[in-house]
Nanobody
Framework: QVQLVESGGGLVQTGGSLRLSCAAS????????MGWFRQAPGKEREFVGG????????YYADSVKGRFTISRDNTKNTVYLQMNSLKPEDTAVYYC?????????????????WGQGTQVTVSS
């Protein structure tokens, strides 16, 4: 089994930045792509971005493209989400997820392991 633990969430003003981390443990050899999702109050969980195993491919939702950057350090079994130019509509619980597939799909069912989430709140 794979365990994922997110950290780095918090309260930030509009235009500010945060960096989320997701540390994986357990059967990490089974992880290929990693993804970030978010869920705002009263809304469905949505794809934020994904990254392939060797970082050769990154994929983003249109709503965050140009503002968010995903990276990973396989030596630390950690994936990051750098969030810049934050907006109030970015307020959500952010989840990382691990997939056995090669690329970070926006489809939730392609991910086999999920973290518990970390709250990001952007004040206006």
């Amino acid at each position: 089994q794979v365990q994922l633990v997110e950290s780095g969430g918090g309260l930030v003003q509009t235009g500010g930045s945060l960096r989320l981390s997701c540390a994986a443990s357990g059967r990490t050899f089974s992880i290929n792509a990693m993804g970030w999702f978010r869920q705002a109050p009263g809304k469905e969980r949505e794809f934020v971005g994904g990254i392939s195993r060797m970082s050769e491919g990154t994929y983003y939702a249109d709503s965050v493209k140009g503002r968010f950057t995903i990276s990973r350090d396989n030596t630390k079994n950690t994936v990051y989400l750098q969030m810049n130019s934050l907006k109030p509509e970015d307020t959500a619980v952010y989840y990382c997820a691990a997939s056995p597939l090669d690329r970070g799909s926006p489809v939730e069912r392609t991910y086999s392991n999920w973290g518990q989430g970390t709250q990001v709140t952007v004040s206006s």
